[in-house]
């Protein structure tokens, strides 16, 4: 069975740090790009960031540049997304999701995903 286990979020202060992890079951993340996505309550999904098989990390969102870092460890099929000075508007629930890419490809339509993890809550609030 293919699929993701995310962890990591929680409730942070605004300025603080979360790292979310992305745990693949049943494949490598050796032929896929690894896509970062949020959803907050009332709002369309949007793409955040996206860790290519050639070790790239990308961001979809200009809001997190700078405060966001996406890497990956293949031997461990696991994705990481660290969040630091998190804002308010950073509260969403955020997915990991994978996409058939190889090189520096990391597409940022959500269609072209192909398996996507539970989800799991990050709220910032004081």
């Known amino acids: 069975q293919l699929q993701f286990v995310e962890s990591g979020g929680g409730l942070v202060q605004p300025g603080g740090s979360l790292r979310l992890s992305c745990v693949a079951s049943?494949?490598?993340?050796?032929?896929?790009?690894i896509g970062w996505f949020r959803q907050a309550p009332g709002k369309e999904r949007e793409g955040v960031s996206c860790s290519s098989t050639s070790g790239g990390g990308f961001h979809f969102l200009d809001s997190v540049k700078g405060r966001f870092t996406v890497t990956r460890d293949n031997a461990k099929k696991t994705v990481y997304l660290q969040m630091n000075s998190l804002k308010l508007e950073d509260t969403a629930v955020y997915y990991c999701?994978?996409?058939?890419?190889?090189?520096?490809?990391?597409?940022?339509?959500?269609?072209?995903?192909?398996?996507w993890g539970q989800g799991t809550q990050v709220t910032v609030s004081s």
């Open positions: 049943g494949f490598t993340l050796d032929y896929y790009a």
């Open positions: 999701a994978a996409a058939p890419r190889t090189g520096w490809q990391c597409p940022d339509d959500s269609d072209e995903y192909d398996f």
